[in-house]
């Protein structure tokens, strides 16, 4: 008897003991897609619609909610704890011991199970993606240096302070930012949208860590005569993914939620000053080999985030002083992912700014910004300077938001080539420094020969609702869609010149033309 009790006790110790394991859970279908897809407006915002027409951007099944009876099915098993759901990727991420988490596959509308790689031992040492030092208070010279060294201060005199485009920064938390008078002017203009606290579930990410409000006011603070941020007047969403107090695979699937419903809600650009590479249980750590852009799961998200047309800025990483990985993180290494170095003050590459390239042999970082001795304002207040790609990163973040706010038509990918064609080592890029340093108002100019190529689609609707157009010599038919402000496509075809186009067909509205051949927008009322 004693035997068998000793066996049961043993039993019983080991499974409270074993290792819970993170685990993606894919299902086989999504509810309502067709009937979602014909009625946008019931699963995105005004400006997300306008903002996918805008730029050509297919409304897909990927932008249709999960099936929650299937969620709730999971949650209800024993031994499975859900984390978070994704409707890009038609998943959840549980964790749970491995035979738990397999017996979820006798689910009829589970198609397969992705554990985080539970046979592996990477040996990578955590890296520091937060703040590497913190100094005295700075003079507001040194704050204009981080702006001046990227021609920011061009795209200022123009006006180009972000107004009218919205900035979803992902990050550990953002202490005080509801009551730091650097934060005045940005609550005044009703510059905070909203948030959501991914990790806690709840609305509570005016707290935790400080790094997220750190990163903010490099873009958003402002105190007159000492400070301002690279986008002051822009709109923001403050989205809490990362957990400080732990680091697992969960994490990767919070910023995916948080780009998904950034992507819901219209923003512009996502700031990602975070990057992953180790976590707590050695099993589940990524690799160099994983860093190919398409393996993480945060990477494979920053990649659809780009594909609907939201700019994504990454921090490269704080790993370059190490033996063992110098490298980029994750999601730092995706494609859609414009990835930021760090260079001083004098324009020297840091020492810790992580380098490339990717796994599979591809240019990173793109570009670089001061990230040594940045200025900043602290959740307390503090003008201070900080150093790590966390701080890089904003300031083109911001950058970005500018440059939208000036050429509201031009696609992401345009603006990523602009960037890049400006910097100052675009003609010999490396992997340390990417293109370089980038020249925003050189992108200004850059980006005006696309818009002045807009200038000569001349068109008009006569009174019998025939739509012409001139087209220039170079294009004298072009293919287009034809989209309504619910971001559905209405017609598709090809536009020839002078040949006129019957819209009588059309209920009268506003309606939003789609040059795709020349990456040209054209709004029209009927």
């Not at 520091?128 to 005199?157: C, E, R, S, W």
Request: net charge negative; glycine share 8%; with cysteine.
């Amino acid at each position: 008897m004693r035997v068998i009790l000793c066996i049961v006790f043993y039993l019983a110790f080991a499974k409270a003991y074993a290792q819970e394991l993170h685990a993606w859970i894919y299902f086989t279908d999504k509810p309502n897609v067709t009937a979602s897809i014909a009625s946008p407006q019931s699963i995105l915002t005004q400006k997300a619609i306008q903002r996918k027409a805008r730029h050509g951007i297919a409304i897909d099944d990927r932008d249709v909610p999960v099936n929650q009876s299937y969620v709730a099915q999971i949650q209800s098993q024993p031994g499975i704890t859900y984390k978070t759901q994704s409707k890009w990727f038609n998943c959840v991420h549980v964790t749970g011991l491995e035979t738990d988490i397999n017996a979820l596959t006798t689910f009829s509308f589970v198609s397969s199970v992705d554990f985080a790689d539970p046979t592996k031992m990477a040996q990578i040492n955590n890296h520091n993606k937060f703040v590497q030092t913190t100094m005295p208070p700075l003079t507001y010279g040194n704050a204009l240096n981080q702006i001046n060294m990227i021609g920011l201060n061009d795209l200022h005199d123009l006006g180009h302070t972000g107004t009218g485009v919205t900035i979803a920064v992902t990050d550990s938390g953002f202490p005080n930012v509801d009551t730091n008078p650097a934060f005045n002017q940005l609550r005044n203009n009703n510059g905070i949208a909203g948030g959501y606290d991914f990790v806690a579930g709840d609305n509570s990410y005016y707290g935790d860590h400080f790094h997220g409000a750190r990163v903010l006011s490099i873009m958003a603070a402002h105190e007159a005569g000492n400070f301002e941020g690279s986008a002051p007047d822009a709109q923001y969403y403050l989205f809490r993914t990362e957990d400080v107090a732990t680091e697992t695979p969960v994490e990767l699937s919070y910023w995916v939620a948080a780009a998904e419903r950034a992507d819901s809600l219209g923003v512009d650009v996502i700031n990602v000053s975070l990057g992953y590479l180790g976590f707590d249980n050695p099993a589940e750590s990524l690799s160099y080999t994983d860093l190919d852009g398409q393996t993480a799961f945060i990477s494979r998200g920053a990649n659809v985030a780009f594909e609907k047309g939201l700019f994504v800025v990454v921090s490269a990483g704080n790993s370059g002083t190490s033996t063992s990985h110098p490298y980029i993180s994750a999601p730092a290494d995706a494609d859609g992912a414009f990835s930021i170095g760090s260079v001083t003050a004098t324009e020297q590459l840091s020492n810790f700014s992580s380098i490339g390239p990717t796994f599979d042999n591809r240019l990173k970082p793109n570009v670089v910004a001061q990230g040594s001795s940045t200025a900043l304002i602290t959740e307390n207040g503090a003008l201070v300077s900080g150093s790590g790609t966390s701080y890089s990163a904003p300031l083109v973040s911001g950058a970005i938001a500018c440059l939208i706010q000036a050429y509201p038509n031009v696609t992401p990918l345009q603006i990523k080539n602009a960037v890049e064609q400006s910097a100052d080592n675009f003609m010999t890029p490396n992997n340390q420094f990417g293109y370089g340093i980038p020249d925003f108002g050189a992108v200004f100019q850059i980006l005006s020969t696309i818009q002045l190529e807009g200038l000569e689609l001349n068109h008009y609707i006569n009174g019998s609702k025939q739509f012409m157009i001139d087209l220039p010599q170079k294009h004298p038919a072009v293919k287009a869609r034809l989209y309504n402000l619910m971001g559905q496509c209405v017609w598709n075809g090809m536009l020839e010149n002078e040949k006129p186009l019957d819209l009588n067909s059309f209920n009268s509205g506003i309606y939003i033309f789609h040059i795709e051949d020349m990456n040209r927008s054209i709004k029209v009322v009927f």
